[in-house]
T-cell receptor, first 116, second 111 residues
Framework: NAGVMQNPRHLVRRRGQEARLRCSPMKGHSHVYWYRQLPEEGLKFMVYLQKENIIDESGMPKERFSAEFPKEGPSILRIQQVVRGDSAAYFC??????????????FGSGTRLTVV | KQEVTQIPAALSVPEGENLVLNCSFTDSAIYNLQWFRQDPGKGLTSLLLIQSSQREQTSGRLNASLDKSSGRSTLYIAASQPGDSATYLCASDTGRRALTFGSGTRLQVQP
């Protein structure tokens, strides 16, 4: 089991460009979550998705940010027209469907976005 | 709104010491609480998960306890080693599946 796979590990974008971050959940996990860790700050929840559905996007900035988890393929976090303040580590986590038992959350290694 | 606080923010101890990391949360209606380890520039590694109906969980030299009534969890590390040096994060889940993280405790174990 390869765990939660995120790519790229590092991404450099110029201001105004688009950033696309990918996340493949663990095998058997159908729930995906995105978190952002700004420099010297804690992790903040952004969005929770199931296949083809956004369940909770209460932590997503209202503009420029979007997320999807299509029926086939990885989950994508998309940031349009990036600004320097978007520079952060973006982590993806996944979990199985059931809330019972010791399901826990498994995190990926993150994508470190630098906007220059 | 759930708030999670971790103290101390940083801790430096000599190898072999037993130590306790503290985590407090404001909303006691949690579904579970999870402890993670984060190494510099790396992702999060899950250490222990405590369900709301449980009082503690143990894994090797690690023991985590949960007291919902007082809004506290502690992570106990026995016989610390230099390889334990990392940032330790606690996170609460109120059932919405949106974890609320503390800011972490940066641990340095001196050889």
């Amino acid at each position: 089991n390869a765990g939660v796979m995120q790519n790229p590990r590092h991404l450099v974008r110029r201001r105004g460009q688009e950033a696309r971050l990918r996340c493949s959940p663990m095998k058997g996990h159908s729930h995906v979550y995105w978190y952002r860790q700004l420099p010297e700050e804690g992790l903040k929840f952004m969005v929770y998705l199931q296949k083809e559905n956004i369940i909770d996007e209460s932590g997503m900035p209202k503009e420029r940010f979007s997320a999807e988890f299509p029926k086939e393929g990885p989950s994508i976090l998309r940031i349009q027209q990036v600004v320097r303040g978007d520079s952060a580590a973006y982590f993806c986590a996944s979990s199985p469907p059931s809330l019972d038992g010791n399901y826990g959350y498994t995190f990926g290694s993150g994508t470190r976005l630098t906007v220059v | 709104k759930q708030e999670v606080t971790q103290i101390p923010a940083a801790l430096s101890v000599p190898e072999g010491e037993n130590l306790v990391l503290n985590c407090s949360f404001t909303d006691s209606a949690i579904y579970n609480l999870q402890w993670f380890r984060q190494d510099p520039g790396k992702g999060l590694t899950s250490l222990l998960l405590i369900q709301s109906s449980q009082r503690e969980q143990t894994s090797g030299r690690l023991n985590a306890s949960l007291d919902k009534s007082s809004g506290r969890s502690t992570l106990y590390i026995a016989a610390s080693q230099p390889g334990d040096s990392a940032t330790y994060l606690c996170a609460s889940d109120t059932g919405r599946r949106a974890l609320t993280f503390g800011s972490g405790t940066r641990l340095q174990v001196q050889p």
